[in-house]
Antibody, heavy 119, light 109 residues
Framework: EVQLVQSGAEVKKPGESLRISCKGS????????IGWVRQMPGKGLEWMGI????????RYSPSFQGQVTISADKSISTAYLQWSSLKASDTAMYYC????????????WGQGTLVTVSS | QSVLTQPPSASGTPGQRVTISCSGS????????VYWYQQFPGAAPKFLIY???QRPSGVPDRFSGSKSGTSASLAISGLRSEDEADYYC??????????FGGGTKLTVL
């Protein structure tokens, strides 16, 4: 069974750094793309970017380029989403999701990680 | 402002057929597959339709997808109270990014 298990909820202050994770199981992790999606409170889904763990090929949505870093460690079947300096506007639920190919949207989704940024 | 355009709300009575539209452009829906997701409050999205009109196993055949040109639609027949949820269309864009619709809140009256 394909599973994506994300790290737990985080509460951070503006300016702090953060890395959240997404661990895949039940399939060959290096060979499927992992995308990240943001959902701000009461809002819709926003595509952030996607990574191929096999070679770390990464593509960012223009809206998120330079704002976050997506990475992966195929040796432990885990993808990451990272911020160097959080803002209050980063408060949202973040989902990782597995896509079969670069030009396809995800089929399987993680449970989400809630990030709250507040002073 | 979402790249794909959906109506913010839709409604129907039990047993009715409801359609949700999704409008895009030649760089996304016009040249790539369309996907539909269902999301209940407090839950992660669940994929409902892939590659325009394919249903994953476990999704009832009451749900169907179609695409024509730069538009797509999701149809739900035999509407049930448990179908009340948010529905999102999505597609890959030729700019090498996924794009979503703003979501449609379906109410079963």
């Amino acid at each position: 069974e394909v599973q994506l298990v994300q790290s737990g909820a985080e509460v951070k202050k503006p300016g702090e750094s953060l890395r959240i994770s997404c661990k895949g199981s039940g399939y060959s992790f290096p060979y499927y793309w992992i995308g990240w999606v943001r959902q701000m409170p009461g809002k819709g889904l926003e595509w952030m970017g996607i990574i191929y763990p096999g070679d770390s090929d990464t593509r960012y949505s223009p809206s998120f380029q330079g704002q976050v870093t997506i990475s992966a460690d195929k040796s432990i079947s885990t993808a990451y989403l990272q911020w160097s300096s959080l803002k209050a506007s980063d408060t949202a639920m973040y989902y990782c999701a597995r896509a079969p190919q670069l030009w396809e949207l995800p089929y399987y989704w993680g449970q989400g990680t809630l990030v709250t940024v507040s002073s | 402002q979402s790249v794909l355009t959906q109506p913010p709300s839709a409604s129907g009575t039990p047993g009715q057929r409801v359609t949700i539209s999704c409008s895009g452009s030649s760089s996304n829906i016009g040249s790539n597959y369309v996907y539909w997701y269902q999301q209940f409050p407090g839950a992660a999205p669940k994929f409902l339709i892939y590659r325009n009109n394919q249903r994953p196993s476990g999704v009832p055949d009451r749900f169907s997808g179609s695409k024509s040109g730069t538009s797509a639609s999701l149809a739900i027949s035999g509407l049930r109270s448990e179908d009340e949820a948010d529905y999102y269309c999505a597609a890959w864009d030729d700019s090498l990014s996924g794009v979503f619709g703003g979501g449609t809140k379906l109410t079963v009256l």
